[in-house]
């Protein structure tokens, strides 16, 4: 029988099982557990809870039933609170606006932020596990300083101001897990369900694909029939006869609107299987799969084609080209340090220090992120229900907690939360406005993180990480090797070790489906599916990968967390199913447009689910309310 995982996915290690009750009213069976579990003890830590964390039971059926069915509170208690800002969210971006506010006028302004999660830092989550007297930290969500030499100056300069030299720590990241480059050794792992057996063959798979290396030898060592592998080695190396001549005309529009896959079948030639083996690079940057992604998007990104495209379709996408070399820089527990920090510089009390080095280590205390006498606040499983702009210049903002329901008021209001909840949280927005809002459909994920006992697999395994192409997660490695302050990584094959895994769990297309059609039905997905089913899938696909190296799912796993986001990466628009619209006119553009004293924050509002996004978002959401001078 195998090894039982304690599921602490609610507060405090209290499990609601009520998906879909609304939180309306003190008296329904889910406020009463709230109630029951939101007493703060000494002890309270969501960082250490396993289970089911991210989108937990509890942090969204306020607004669900809001968004669903229209259903919110009938009146609420006016506390006598007021404030020169609330912020609705406190991700990145919310955290970063309450900072730039608070840098314009003054340590003194009253901040208040609300979030509907038992946790600060939105995506940017902390996952902390405990084991043989060490701490392991994994990123649960959002995750690197991405190509950091490309931010705009404000977004460098919080970056810089809450004290993470980016040189250095990259120089604390140990070498072999860089996810993306051509010479890294990664791990192809291909399934018996789809390739007859399981399979793990290390090679620097990113360069094969481009005709780098050694890639004939490497390709003939795959699983897949041999005229397949002749198929892909011409393939790669530019030498294959497309079994469909290119449109003569009109290339560019042909890349644009032509799915991958349909490109890899009816013109490369390949097999169902063998046109997989790139999913997880599409699937990791997309959450789709190559059959809801256009040609152009997939070599854009890192899949094979231009070799047998030609000069004339590269020189048609050259515009629209990734050309910049990319940067990758991790923190342990990825941009939950950043939004540590930044409560940390908020609201000193809450954790002592104020290196990036102590930081690591650092115990918050819960306790202290909403008391009275603190200019900034922070208050926690607080689902906001209504943002208003009054007669007298200020905003008032009501919310749902503990099943009670409150409003407090405000001078000025950012919203840092999901853009598709803001029509329902601002009821009086205009319809263009709205209609903006609500156009993007956030991408699903999933960030699993494993703890075993030691790495004796992991290291026989031979690299960090492994592509899964036709697994249930289609990226699997050890967590960042990063060593800062008292925080070291150990490659000791008797420590314990955390696995990180990530996929998003979307379907095939039925051809007759969106990008945000499917995001909308793995969103359903995700909701549905219990821990117990997310643990089988979890421990099968372990046991396929490193069986055969000798972990024993049953005696080796200790811990599983499972970092579920409904609401994931911002939308990015895609060739397939979006249009082309001028500048100044697109659905994020018009969305985000001030309304009154609210305005909006959010990667969303930007259009590009990175760091630098939520910051820019940040910044140009404050200086909305309060000027550019």
């Known amino acids: ?93 919310g955290l970063a606006a309450a900072l730039f506010y608070q840098q314009k006028a003054g340590k003194d302004a009253r901040i208040l932020l609300l979030d509907n999660h038992d946790e600060f830092g939105g995506h940017a989550r902390r996952n902390e596990f405990h084991s043989q007297g060490r701490m392991l930290l994994a990123p649960g969500g959002s995750g690197n300083f991405q190509d950091s030499h490309l931010y705009s100056p404000q977004s460098k300069q919080l970056v810089r101001d809450l004290g993470f030299d980016i040189d250095k720590v990259r120089a604390a990241m140990a070498p072999g ?20 057996k399981d399979t793990v063959i290390n090679g620097p798979w990113m360069g094969a694909w481009f005709g780098m290396g050694n890639y004939p030898e490497l390709i003939q060592s795959l699983t897949v029939p041999a005229a397949e592998q002749q198929k892909l080695i011409a393939f790669v190396e530019g030498t294959l006869a497309l079994k469909k001549p290119l449109p003569e005309k009109n290339i560019k529009e042909f890349l644009k609107r032509t799915s991958y896959e349909n490109f890899l079948r009816e013109y490369v030639g390949l097999a169902e299987n063998t046109s997989s083996l790139w999913n997880t690079v599409i699937g990791v940057t997309f959450c789709l799969g190559a059959d809801s992604i256009s040609i152009a998007d997939a070599v854009k990104w890192g899949s094979p084609g231009f070799s047998v495209l030609g000069q004339e379709a590269y020189e048609a996408l050259a515009d629209s080209m990734i050309l910049e070399d990319s940067d990758v820089v991790w923190m342990p527990d990825g ?29 918050f205390d819960y306790n202290k992120l909403d008391l009275p006498n603190h200019p900034v606040r ?29 409003r407090v008021k405000g001078k000025h209001c950012i919203m ?16 263009e406005q709205k209609e903006g809002l609500a156009y993007g459909v956030k991408t699903p994920l999933l960030v699993s993180i494993v703890m075993v006992r030691n790495r004796h697999a992991f290291n026989k395994a031979g690299v960090e990480v492994f592509h899964c192409p036709t697994s249930p997660y289609k990226m699997v490695s050890g967590t960042p090797p990063v060593s800062i302050g008292d925080y070291q990584h150990s490659d000791d094959p008797d420590s ?17 489906q969106s990008g945000r059609d499917l995001y909308r039905q793995a969103r359903h997905k995700l909701y549905t599916t219990t821990f117990a089913d997310y643990e089988r899938e979890i421990r099968e696909q372990l046991t396929g990968m490193f069986g055969a190296f ?32 001028p500048e100044g006119e697109a659905p994020h553009e018009l969305g985000r447009k001030p309304f009154g004293r609210i305005s909006i924050a959010n990667s969303d509002s930007e259009n590009r689910a990175y760091l630098d996004g939520a910051i820019d978002a940040a910044w140009r959401a404050v200086n909305e309310q309060l000027g550019n001078g």
């Open 1 to 93: 029988m195998a090894k039982q995982i304690t599921r602490r996915d609610f507060l405090n290690g209290v499990s609601i099982g009520l998906a879909g009750a609304a939180v309306i009213g003190p008296h329904t069976a889910l406020a009463e557990a709230i109630k029951s579990a939101s007493a703060l003890s000494s002890d309270y830590y969501p960082p250490a809870l396993t289970g089911i964390r991210g989108n937990h039971d509890g942090a969204f059926e306020t607004s669900h039933a809001l968004a669903w069915r229209g259903e919110k509170p009938s009146s609420y208690q006016d506390l006598n609170e007021e404030y020169d800002l609330i912020v609705v969210g406190s991700g990145i971006s």
């Open 177 to 196: 897990w860089d996810l993306a480059s051509p010479e890294s050794q990664v791990g192809l792992y291909t399934d018996r369900k789809h390739f007859g």
């Open 335 to 363: 941009n939950a340090s950043l939004a540590r920090q930044m409560v940390r510089r908020l609201i000193p009390a809450a954790a002592p220090g104020s290196t990036i080095e102590d930081l690591i280590t650092a115990r």
């Open 378 to 406: 922070l208050r926690l499983n607080s689902s906001a229900v209504n943002a208003h702009n009054n007669t007298d210049g200020s905003v008032s903002v009501s919310y749902v907690t503990q099943g009670e329901t409150y």
């Open 416 to 431: 840092a939360c999901y853009n598709g909840m803001i029509p329902h949280l601002c009821p009086e927005m205009p319809k």
């Open 496 to 512: 314990p070790m955390l696995i990180y895994m990530l996929t998003s769990p979307t379907d095939k297309n039925n051809g007759s």
């Open 550 to 581: 000798g972990l024993d799912a049953e005696r080796d796993i200790e811990a599983i967390t499972i970092n579920r986001w409904s609401h994931g990466y911002a939308y990015d628009y895609m060739d397939l199913y979006d249009p082309k619209w």
